[in-house]
């Protein structure tokens, strides 16, 4: 059983490894600026900045193609050499990560790791020490695994799925990425941020039935302020009721489809509800 | 440029400072149409005299010249006329440093802190101080700087000063058109001599920042961050209010559409409007909406309007950490006056902030 589990990290560590890589390279490639990857202000002199980063980047990207490389038989009776240097590596890295994460933690406590990319812009906490910890512990576990192959029995089969099951469960609980990328999965749109061009909302208000109710008042073609505060657009027209100059204001939600409205009239220069008293709502 | 007559006449002319009557009645005639306070909970209530209290009144802060000082007072030419402010013994200035209060010069342009609100004693004082918040566009010798602001704000000329050099460099290691900088100094005729890195370095273009973190759901109010301060430009010096990252696009008017480029430092100017949300989602809003703003730091808030357009702060993925770490983000660049206010300390650069919309 514990080699099984000796066994399943292999695999799982070459994958967060080149994972991490080709999240970097993401957001290399979206930023278009080196700079962004780049280890933060601070912590190194700025000349070693940039060749401390692409040798760790280097490190990382060896290390997980070498895992899978020597995963397998490798000369013959055992792992090998290259096998135990490259687990060896592995460990050391993760090492020399939680160091690392420590100390950018005192010094900068307001950055995020950057583990992977953009996705990693929390600032570093215990979990993600935690998280480089256990690789550590895992990468030295594979120290003298033999070389992998499929499973012999279909028990064996469902104590790697469950060891899986756990230990993906483990590293979700210590990576603060994953709700950045549960977020991402899931996104629409809030009303708040949505860009609404002004035309659609006084179309909107202008087939309204609360428009036909005031559009008697109403004294003047085009409205005098339009502005919006989150997911409410006003719309104010100059209007005349009972032989008084009045506002009416229309509040328009931003939806697309049948945008509840409502409405208010207010004597001009005064700070109360007008001759027209109360406030109305309406879907249309 | 755009023919006026292209321009609807509710865009919001985002300087139109003087003339502030029509955006502080937009809260009147929202809260008579939404009532006082939300439904969905998403508002705050406030009444006729809280817009009034939100636009005009400082209780803190005084703005002024130096007229004179001693030890023990400071007269300072206001708005109101020559007034004078004793000094408490705990009284601390700043000019490019923490200075006696008596060391202040005659002709100075000071903002000073009541140490009771609305009382006569003064225990901050702050001369010349200045700030630069924006993208560098050109680069003479080591030290000068072109700085673009953005298109609320202009350009603005930076020296780093030698002693302060070295300071600045490990906070700002790229000095370079492209990049951004946010430092405070002295304030001189057409220049400022930065001395104090106002946050680090962000490290990518500054046209390239990075996507904020997406939200399901509704925004969340309140909303978390960091504040900073912007010099007052054209504003009036006691002006309470700040300039909010994220204007409604459709009728702020803030965009007019880029400019071609006249000399070759404008291939390095980023619009602020042209690169995405910004570092933090925030709803948009209008000149005129009102946000009640927290600073965490001294527990004190305030009911605030937005008074003008602060893109410029999107382009600042950072993190103030004066108490603590704030959450990513500028959510607010405050005048001084409410800086101030709300117990910020200038030469601090930010304080840790939360923020409710209101209105």
Not at chain 1, 29 to 52: E, H, N, Q
Not at chain 1, 128 to 135: D, K, Q
Not at chain 1, 138 to 152: D, E, F, N
Not at chain 2, 107 to 123: F, N, S, T
Request: hydrophobic share 45%.
């Amino acid at each position: 059983m514990l080699t099984a589990v000796r066994e399943l990290q292999i695999p799982l560590l070459a994958a967060l490894l080149l994972g991490g890589c080709a999240a970097k390279a993401w957001r290399l490639l979206r930023t278009r600026s080196l700079s962004t990857v780049l280890v933060p202000d601070g912590l190194l002199p700025l000349r070693l900045r940039r060749p401390v980063m692409m040798t760790m980047y280097a490190t990382e990207f060896t290390l997980g193609l070498g895992l899978i490389a020597t995963a397998g038989k490798v000369g013959a009776g055992g792992p090998g050499l290259p096998a135990t240097i490259v687990r060896a590596g592995t460990a050391l890295f993760f090492l020399v990560a939680m160091g690392a994460l420590n100390e950018t933690r005192q010094r900068r406590p307001d950055v995020g790791c950057g583990c992977f990319g953009e996705f990693s812009e929390t600032p570093i906490g215990w979990r993600t020490i935690t998280r480089a910890g256990v690789l550590c512990a895992a990468a030295a576990a594979t120290i003298g695994v033999p070389p992998l192959r499929m499973p012999s029995s279909p028990s064996t089969a469902e104590l790697w799925l469950a060891a899986l099951a756990f230990e993906l469960s483990l590293i979700a609980f210590l990576s603060p990425e994953v709700g950045e990328i549960l977020v991402r999965l899931g996104y629409s749109e809030p009303c708040e941020l949505r860009r609404l061009p002004v035309g659609r909302t006084l179309t909107a208000l202008h087939s309204s039935s609360q428009w036909r109710r005031y559009a008697g008042q109403v004294c003047a073609a085009a409205p005098d302020d339009v502005w919006r505060e989150g997911c409410w657009r006003f719309v104010v027209y100059p209007g005349s009721a009972h032989g008084r100059a009045v506002d009416i204001v229309f509040a328009i939600y931003l939806q697309a489809r049948r945008p509840p409205i409502r409405v208010a009239v207010l004597d001009a220069e005064a700070d109360s509800p007008g001759p027209a008293g109360a406030r109305e709502s309406v879907v249309i | 440029m755009r023919h006026l007559a292209e321009i609807p006449r509710w865009c919001d002319d985002v300087t139109d400072f003087t003339g502030p009557g029509r955006f502080a009645r937009r809260s009147l005639l929202k809260a008579a149409v939404l009532g006082r306070g939300d439904e969905a909970g998403h508002l705050l209530a406030v009444t006729g005299e809280d817009i009034e209290a939100a636009a005009t009144t400082l209780v803190y802060t005084v703005t002024g010249r130096v007229l004179d000082v001693s030890p023990h007072v400071l007269v300072l030419r206001t708005e109101q006329g020559e007034q004078r402010f004793p000094l408490t013994a705990s009284a601390r200035a700043w000019r490019g440093g923490q200075i006696p209060a008596a060391a202040l010069k005659q002709g100075d342009h000071a903002i000073a802190r009541r140490q009771q609100p609305g009382g006569p004693a003064v225990d901050r004082i702050w001369a010349q101080i200045g700030r630069v918040t924006g993208t560098i566009i050109e680069r003479e010798g080591p030290a000068t700087l072109l700085v673009d602001e953005g298109p609320a704000q202009g350009r603005k000329i930076v020296i780093i000063a030698a002693e302060a050099a070295g300071r600045i460099q490990v906070r700002f290691p790229r000095l370079e058109p492209g990049y951004l900088i946010d430092v405070i100094g002295l304030k001189h005729d057409g220049f400022l001599r930065a001395l104090i890195p106002a946050t680090s370095q962000p490290p990518y273009l500054a046209g390239h920042p990075p996507a904020p973190p997406l939200v399901n759901g509704h925004v969340p109010d309140p909303v978390s961050g960091t504040a900073v301060w912007h010099e007052p430009g054209e504003e009036p010096e006691g002006l309470l209010g700040l300039a909010y990252p994220a204007l409604d696009p459709e009728t702020s008017c803030e965009r007019t559409g880029s400019a071609p480029a006249a000399c070759s430092g404008d291939l390095h100017a980023v619009d602020p409007h042209a690169t995405g949300p910004g570092c933090v989602r925030l709803p948009y809003l209008s000149v005129g909406s009102l946000l009640l703003l927290q600073n965490d730091c001294a527990e004190r808030s305030r009911l605030l309007p937005v008074t003008s357009c602060g893109a410029t702060a999107r382009l600042f993925c950072d993190r103030c950490v004066t108490c603590g770490t704030s959450r990513k983000g500028r959510i607010a660049d405050l005048t001084m006056a409410a800086f101030v206010e709300l117990g910020g300390a200038l030469e601090a650069g930010c304080f840790n902030a939360t923020m409710r919309i209101g209105g």
